[in-house]
């Protein structure tokens, strides 16, 4: 299963995405779309977000801080 988070340095809530995954071992890439310009501008063609966090777990999207959602789609990618 692979995970993206797409965050800031400067941002609280990509800080609280990153700690949740790593408290339940699942590994991710980090991509700060302060610095990669191409990641941010991949992270609103497929979301039509400019905000973050926004995840990417397998070919699905999390906006935001969305612990439920998160769990769910990571359910999902197991089977």
């Known amino acids: 299963m692979k995970i993206k988070v797409f965050s800031t340095p400067t941002c609280p809530w990509c800080t609280k995405v990153k700690e949740y995954l790593s408290k339940k071992g699942l590994e991710f890439e980090n991509v700060d779309v302060s610095l990669n310009r191409e990641a ?4 609103v063609k497929k979301t039509k977000q400019m905000g973050v ?14 612990t439920a959602r998160i769990d769910s789609l990571i359910e999902e990618q197991k089977d």
């Open 40 to 43: 941010a501008m991949e992270m």
């Open 53 to 66: 966090p926004v995840t990417q777990i397998g070919e699905e999207f999390v906006i935001g801080y969305d």
